[in-house]
Structures are given as structure tokens and as C-alpha cells.
């Protein structure tokens, strides 16, 4: 690849310390990324794509054009057939190669060449539903910059003009998705809109699928604005805040106007998106699908609301801010430069079987497709060359609540989302229920989330229950308070803030996908306490009729490290967590989990792991539980 980048010196002596003066990321994307990224957070936004994000694709392009389909990644292989939206990932990563703006006419006719050569060799493999959204966002992208015929031969177009179509995973007679969760309308919707603007078909499906997308949405999300990804179970998590942006980027993407009524709800996932802002560039930490994407997620939050005027000019700047934060983890943290790859799946990382290592070089292009499109808005908006401002955390301290609480949906059941700043942590209290297949999950968990102290595993089931109270009944009955929250009640104190649930049955730990089973012979009262500090939950476990609690536990897994125990009073010298405080259990042991592939998270790998558990209990009376946990 050849560039013409007027990147600046002077720019690097304003931004960087002098030891990130030794930089020299080129096109062959060999250099040090992630050792240097630490010093830029500072760097434009559109630098850390031309210098890193540019030369990392075009070594993907080159190693993908030479291997062919014995292209290994990370020590993977990516043609493995168990990545379904590959060769749509491909399109768009080589798609945003050819359209770089800085590229020299002869780069672009090869990597024209590059495209065509990558189409004709993956036009036969499967292609499912993100997948063919990516090629066809790509096909139109280039069909606009006038290099649709030198990058696409006939015969492969006429094949993708078949293959390419929502109504393989949408029943065209009721508009329903194929055994997929609702998000995929919006996928649905933006490929039918490309094909019409490709020429494919007439806007009436498009319009169709619209219009089920948006009546399904306010269906499910209600007069709060977020979105139930299931038929009204309650699955709230990350993609409920984040689908209205996705909405609102293929409405941009496609040039149709977004209404009114999408902004006013694109605001309230904003308003969340800057609850959350950090200097370490951190986002959503709770339900499915995180680690590397639950960062993503604000950019795409973020940008949408920033091209549509949602934010207000101070809150642009410092949602760009915010932004490039998260540019500079995902050079950091999530990018390896000695594997050339992103990592989600080494260094004691972990993600759910839906992201797992089979899918490698989708997600080098997945991630990168993100980051280079929230660039391209930015960079419309003014900001390619803008330095961040360097005030966020402060700023983020001093207008974002200290405590913040948002409702997803009232009724039978409650379902909340309660933010907490402080000490620079950012902690999200999710109040939900995962529904058929996550409900069992930690990351589900009616938790306190925070990326560096208070995690969940994915795919975790009931095997450890992270912070969760487990009860075994008499009768062999396992119960566990994770999905059937009610009444919830938020208040405050002088120093503190508290919110209070209760939850008239528990759920029974069977393990077999379904739904949550609800068990009404226990009853809870719940109460979380929010100080400087501090944060501490209380249960109280009251059991009906002649029902009897047989023994009680309660799991801790931790980042932290040095331990010292006093009894139920677990104190750590290394880490972000200094004490993990029960009352109410007899005894608690803990163990080093280092090396136990069970053990890791989107964050890394767990170092210890206490379990407290008692047998000793007095039947005919409540059962109280509490924790504590002291973080600095």
C-alpha cells in the first residue's frame, strides 16, 4: 500500500511523550502497536487509523491474497466453515482498503484487483445474515465510488445478486425472523434497503421490514426506549441500548431521513454511553457478546448521536473524547501486534462460544469495520485532525451523575439499569433476566459490573455463581435469585446510595437452556448499598410453608492478588479490590484459579477465587446473606 498522509511532526510533539517520538507504524503494520498505544490517547482519532488501523487490514489483505483458503491467523485457520458472516467480513475490510482516502491511484486499482480476486474466491462459501449485510453495505460503497466493474467480475455479481437476500433468514410471508434474536430486523432491514440501492429490488421490502422493525421495537422497549432482545422475557444487556444507534446507522448508512421518535430514543442510549465515559476507554461489561465489542458499542452509541445532533457541541467533543479512548484499548489491549490479530481468546481472555477463536479473521475485520466507520462519521463532522480533549475523566466527574438509574421495563417483573461513578470506576448495576440459553450466565447476573473488579464469565452457567447467594433445599432443590427482580425501590443517604428489589421465587439451577424456572418456596428481599469505596449487598431469604434451606454458599472470583484472610474477612494487597467482607456464612476458603481455562473473562484471567458456604442454619427463620466489597 502507498499513502499520502500529511500527518505532521509537530502534531507528535503537542500529543505524545518523547518515548512515543519513536513510532514508525508503516504499511507493513509490523511495528509495535500495542507497547506504543498507551501514549496516545491524546493522537487524533483519524491518525491512529491511518498510522495502525489502514496498515493492520492491508496486512490482512495481503496475508488473505497469498494463503488463500489456508489462511491461518493466530495460529487458527479461518476458513474452518464455522464462521457464517466471513466472507461478508472480508468484503467490507477490503472494501475499506480501496475507498482510504489517502491511497494513490495505482494503490487503489490494486487493491481494486485485491477485492476482486478475495470475491471470486469466497462467492461459494456460506454467507449468513451480518455477513451478507457487510458485502452489500460494501458492493454499494463501492458501486457509489464508481468501481463496482473493476472490483466484481459478472459472473460473481450475478452469483451475490442471488445469495445476498434478507428473505434467507426472514419468512417473507409474516415478516418473522428465523429462529434469531430481534436485533437482526435491523440486519434484515439494511440488506433490503442496499439491494434497492444497488437496483436489486423495489423499496417495498425495505420499507416492510422497516416498519415490523420499529413497531416490534417500541413493542418491547416500551415507554423507556430500550430493547428486549427476546418476545418480552426480559433480556436486556448491551444490545438494548445499542440497537437504536444500529437503527439509526443503517437509516445514515442509507440515506433515509431518521424520525423524530428514533432520536429522542437514540438520546436515551446516549445519555448512557456518557454515564459511562473513562480515560481508560472502557465500555459495557454486563450480558453476552462483550469484551472488544462492549467497547465498540459506545463508539457506535456515540457516533450516531453526535452526526444526528443528539449531543450538544461540548457533548460532541467529549463524546470524541470518549471515543478515541477506546481507539487507543483496542490498540492497547485488544491488538496484538506479534500475532497480528486482535486477541480475544489468549492471555487468559475469554468469550462466549459466539465469538470464539473460530471466528478469528472475521473479527480482525469485524472490529475494524467498526472503528474505521466511526472514523469516517467524525471525520465528516470536523474532527479527522482534532486532538482529543484531555480533561474526559474530569469532566465525565463533574457533569455525569454520580448515581443514575434507567428502566427498561415495569410489570410483573422489573428490569433496571443503575450506573455508579466512582474512584474512576464506572459500575453497572444490571437488574434483568438473560431468558432462554443466558439466564444461567454470569454476565446476566443481577450485579455490579465493572471491568476491572467485578466480572462475569462467559457461557459460565451455574457452575460458580459469581457474588449470587446458592441455595440447596432438603429436597436437593439448587436455587439461585438471578431473574424474577420486582418492586424495585432507588434511594439515598448523605454519604451513600441504595436500591432494594425483592423477588418472590428464585430460579431453579437445572441447566437446560430453557427459560428461567421460577421455585416460589423461597422468597427475597434484596438491598445493595453504594458508598466511596464500598459497595455492599444484603439478602434475606425467607422459605414458605415447610420448606428448609439444607446449606447456603456464596462464590467471589477476583482479580486481585496477596492475600490475607481473618476469618469471613479476605484482604488484598495487590489489585483493584483491597476486601471481600461475608456475614451470615460460616466459613470461607480461598483458592488460586491461575491457569483454570473456567476461571477467565473478556478481561483477563481471575487470580483467586473465595467460596464461603454453612450448614449450620436455624430452621424457621430468615436466612440473611451480606457481602462487602472495598476497592480503591
Known amino acids: 500500500m502507498s499513502y499520502r498522509n500529511p500527518i505532521l511532526n509537530n502534531l507528535y510533539k503537542l500529543c505524545i511523550t518523547a518515548s512515543a517520538l519513536a513510532w514508525n507504524l508503516t504499511a507493513s503494520a509490523n511495528a509495535n502497536l500495542a507497547s506504543q498505544a498507551a501514549q496516545a490517547q491524546l493522537l487524533p482519532m483519524n491518525t491512529m487509523v491511518q498510522e495502525s488501523l489502514y496498515p493492520q487490514l492491508d496486512y490482512l489483505s495481503q496475508k488473505l491474497l497469498a494463503e488463500r483458503l489456508q489462511t491461518t491467523l493466530a495460529g487458527y485457520l479461518a476458513f474452518n466453515g464455522k464462521d457464517k458472516f466471513l466472507p461478508g467480513k472480508i468484503a467490507t475490510g477490503l472494501a475499506h482498503l480501496m475507498l482510504n482516502p489517502a491511497l494513490t491511484p495505482e494503490a487503489r486499482r490494486k487493491a481494486a484487483e485485491n477485492f476482486r480476486t478475495s ?10 445474515t451480518w455477513g451478507i449485510y457487510y458485502y452489500l453495505l460494501s458492493l454499494q460503497q463501492i458501486q457509489q465510488a464508481g468501481l463496482l466493474e473493476q472490483a466484481v467480475s459478472p459472473a460473481t455479481l450475478a452469483k451475490l445478486k442471488k445469495q445476498l437476500d434478507w428473505r434467507s433468514f426472514v419468512n417473507e410471508a409474516d ?18 434497503r442496499l439491494r434497492m440501492l444497488l437496483g436489486w429490488e423495489d423499496a417495498s421490502g425495505s420499507e416492510k421490514l422497516l416498519n415490523t422493525l420499529l413497531a416490534h421495537y417500541d413493542a418491547h422497549s416500551g415507554e423507556y426506549g430500550f430493547s428486549d432482545e427476546t418476545d418480552g422475557e426480559g433480556r436486556f444487556d448491551r444490545y438494548s441500548i445499542l440497537l437504536i444507534a444500529e437503527i439509526c446507522h443503517r437509516l445514515i448508512e442509507t440515506g433515509k431521513e431518521v424520525r423524530p421518535d428514533l432520536k429522542l430514543k437514540l438520546r436515551k442510549a446516549a445519555d448512557i454511553a456518557l454515564n459511562m465515559a473513562n480515560d481508560k476507554g472502557d465500555g459495557f461489561s454486563f450480558g453476552r457478546s462483550i469484551g472488544a465489542y462492549g467497547d465498540t458499542a459506545i463508539l457506535e452509541i456515540l457516533s450516531a448521536s453526535a452526526y444526528l445532533d443528539v449531543l450538544t457541541p461540548t457533548e460532541k467533543d467529549y463524546a470524541y473524547a470518549y471515543s478515541t479512548r477506546v481507539f487507543n484499548k483496542f490498540l492497547s489491549f485488544w491488538y496484538d501486534p506479534q500475532l497480528h490479530s486482535v486477541d480475544l481468546w489468549g492471555k487468559g481472555r475469554k468469550t462466549d462460544a459466539y465469538r470464539g477463536a473460530h471466528r478469528v479473521l472475521g473479527e480482525n475485520f469485524s472490529l475494524l469495520h467498526q472503528l474505521l466507520t466511526t472514523n469516517a462519521i467524525w471525520h465528516k463532522l470536523g474532527y479527522d485532525q482534532r486532538i482529543p480533549l484531555a480533561d474526559l475523566q474530569a469532566w465525565a466527574d463533574k457533569t455525569q451523575p454520580r448515581f443514575s438509574f434507567n428502566w427498561f421495563a415495569r410489570g410483573e417483573y422489573d ?8 474512584r474512576q470506576h464506572v459500575f453497572s448495576l444490571l ?15 443481577p ?4 471491568n476491572d473488579l467485578i466480572v462475569g464469565i462467559p457461557d459460565s452457567g451455574f457452575a460458580h455463581p459469581q457474588l449470587i447467594p446458592s441455595l440447596t433445599l432438603t ?64 439478602d434475606e431469604f425467607t422459605a414458605t410453608g415447610s420448606t428448609q434451606i439444607q446449606q447456603a454458599s456464596l462464590e467471589f472470583s477476583s482479580f486481585s492478588d496477596a492475600v490475607r484472610q481473618d476469618g469471613n474477612h479476605i484482604y488484598f494487597s495487590k489489585g483493584g479490590v483491597t476486601e471481600f467482607i461475608v456475614e451470615g456464612l460460616e466459613k470461607c476458603a480461598v483458592k488460586r484459579v491461575v491457569g483454570d481455562a473456567y476461571f477467565q473473562t473478556p478481561a483477563g484471567p481471575f487470580i483467586n477465587h473465595i467460596s464461603c458456604s454453612t450448614q449450620q442454619l436455624k430452621h424457621g427463620q430468615p436466612l440473611k446473606i451480606k457481602w462487602t466489597i472495598r476497592y480503591q
Open 119 to 128: 470475491a471470486d474466491m469466497t462467492v461459494d462459501m456460506e454467507n449468513h
Open 415 to 422: 428490569r433496571a439499569l443503575a450506573i455508579y461513578r466512582d
Open 431 to 445: 437488574l434483568a433476566n438473560g431468558g432462554a440459553g443466558q439466564h444461567a450466565n454470569s454476565p446476566y447476573y
Open 475 to 538: 429436597d436437593g432443590s439448587k436455587l439461585l435469585a438471578t431473574a424474577f427482580m420486582s418492586n424495585i425501590q432507588t434511594g439515598k443517604t448523605e454519604k451513600a446510595e441504595f436500591i432494594s428489589y425483592q423477588q418472590s421465587g428464585l430460579t431453579r439451577m437445572t441447566g437446560d437452556g430453557k427459560p428461567p424456572q421460577k421455585d416460589e418456596r423461597i422468597k427475597l428481599n434484596s438491598r445493595y448499598l453504594f458508598e466511596p469505596g464500598s459497595i455492599s449487598r444484603s
Open 447 to 450: 450485579l455490579p459490573f465493572s
Open 175 to 192: 415478516l418473522k425472523l428465523i429462529n434469531l434474536p430481534t436485533n437482526y430486523y435491523g440486519v434484515a432491514f439494511g440488506v433490503a
